[in-house]
């Protein structure tokens, strides 16, 4: 196929199921919500439940929609690896005495906010005209950065087949190579199958000594990672465009750009304060944009104060196409914000790209900082990449009985902090996760199964 020709391609979002040890933990400093939670009881039942429901009413609308596994939590080989020896049941009661913190970091059920999970390039931007995916080493948390290695056994195991799709392993582990993922990078382009912009945001300049970033929370994303991952992924020449995320939102708890910006096709709906340059970011995506113009949706700080940007998740919200317009699917906080509120009504009202609205309840999630946005990733597959792919793990009415029951049937109701330390809290989530392997039809993934 020529550079020039298009495939028909689709955008499918995989959404990352909520785990049965989904807590709140205060892990994450930088994020508000995490902050603000810590110690409160969750509820991984409705967490789950929650998350499902959102898939099931995507995938009701015709959108293609997967889904992706939980992670076994706690995870032991990593209290091993880190000298706890014995078994399960004594390890957890150790650690849970000597190092909570450490226990809550090994049990987190953070790899449901898949926009972390890794950076996907779709074939159409690629020089090899592959699918290319690499997993966010998310290097700046503790608790995240045990989740690459299953991240990239699921993904191989769903997308094997090397004629489609070419995996890269997790950039170096370090703060200079800080990778967030698909969080920090964001798609426009004319039409899916056509090839788009690649636009990378970063918080910092890891090399840089003179480098003006955020002053009271850290920056996850360096340049140095965005970066590689271009790279990495064959980008055609022109695609990648470099982006400095404004620090002074990172300072009121931007920790990713999806929490202030997120884009689809030709529309890039943003906050004034979201980018150190904001035009020269405009007049970089919009002069690589081919066969469309770039339509930015421009919010001033002055209609969304950052704070309530931050507080309602405005933009950590999903934008779909739809057969006229934009459809921009926001977590039910935003209606509890009264100036996003009223913004909502305006932005529909008017006669922008932007033309409905429609709330999902991601409470659970969100009390970790993790919106509509942070539970998916997006991988644009042509019609026969989709057929390439494993298609089990893609939601159809079954599957989404079948995972209900699962959730109903091994699901907790509550889960507190001393709970963790809970070994049949463990033996129930690893007999629900290799049960789960067995609905998604996704072979060993998980190391209790090795
Ligand atoms: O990395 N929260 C996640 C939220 C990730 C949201 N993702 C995107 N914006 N794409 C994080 O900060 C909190 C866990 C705790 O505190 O228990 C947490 O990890």
């Known amino acids: 196929m020529s550079n020039t020709q298009s495939k028909r391609a689709v955008e499918v979002n995989f959404d990352g199921l909520v785990g049965p040890t989904h807590n709140y933990a205060g892990l994450s400093w930088g994020n508000v919500a995490s902050k603000s939670n810590e110690y409160a009881v969750a509820n991984p039942k409705q967490a789950a439940l929650q998350g499902l429901a959102k898939m099931k009413s995507l995938a009701d609308r015709g959108y293609v ?8 939590r706690p995870h032991m080989p990593t ?11 004594a390890i957890l009661q150790r650690v849970s005495r000597e190092d ?3 226990l809550a970091a090994v049990a987190s059920a953070s790899c449901m906010w898949t926009a972390n999970a890794a950076t996907v390039s779709p074939s159409a931007d690629t020089r090899d005209h592959r699918v290319h995916f690499t997993p966010a080493n998310l290097a700046a948390k503790f608790h995240r950065s045990i989740e690459p290695k299953i991240t990239a056994r699921v993904l191989k195991s769903i997308f094997s087949d090397a004629a489609y799709f070419a995996h890269h392993a997790p950039l170096p582990p370090v703060s200079q190579f800080g990778d967030e993922g698909a969080a920090n990078h964001t798609r426009l382009c004319a039409s899916y199958g056509a090839p788009g912009v690649e636009l990378f945001v970063y918080g910092d300049v890891a090399f840089d000594d003179h480098f003006y970033g955020p002053t009271l929370f850290p920056a996850r994303q360096t340049r140095e990672a965005s970066q590689a991952i271009a790279r990495l992924h064959g980008l055609k020449d022109g695609c990648a465009v470099f982006a400095q995320q404004n620090p002074r939102a990172i300072d009121a708890g931007v920790f990713h750009n999806d929490v202030i910006a997120v884009g689809n096709g030709p529309v890039l709906f943003y906050h004034e304060l979201a980018f150190a340059e904001e035009q ?6 919009e002069s690589r944009l081919q066969g469309a113009a770039l339509q930015p949706v421009r919010v001033s700080d002055q209609e969304v104060p950052l704070a309530d940007a931050v507080a309602s998740y405005l933009f950590n919200s999903q934008l779909l196409d739809t057969a006229d317009g934009m459809l921009l699917a926001v977590p039910g906080e935003c209606r509890e ?7 909502l009504d305006r932005l529909v009202a008017g006669e922008g790209p932007i033309t409905a609205v429609e709330v999902f309840d991601v ?25 390439a792919m494993h298609r089990g793990v893609l939601m159809t009415d079954a599957l989404y009985e079948r995972l209900t029951l699962w959730v109903e049937a091994h699901y907790r109701d509550s889960v507190s902090q001393a709970d963790l ?30």
């Open 65 to 72: 929609q997967g889904v992706l596994p939980p992670h076994e």
């Open 79 to 89: 209290l091993r690896a880190l000298g706890y020896a014995g078994s399960d049941a």
């Open 337 to 343: 914000v009264a100036s996003v509120s009223r913004y």
């Open 280 to 285: 020269r970011v405009l007049a970089e995506v």
């Open 421 to 450: 330390a809970d070994p049949l809290l463990l033996e129930e989530s690893c007999k629900a996760l290799d049960e789960l392997t067995g609905i998604l039809g996704l072979g060993t993934i998980y190391d209790f199964q090795h």
């Open 363 to 387: 409470k659970q999630s969100m009390r970790n900082g993790g919106g509509p946005a942070c539970l998916r990733l997006r991988v644009v597959l042509t019609e026969d990449e989709l057929q």
């Open 100 to 102: 909570p913190v450490l």
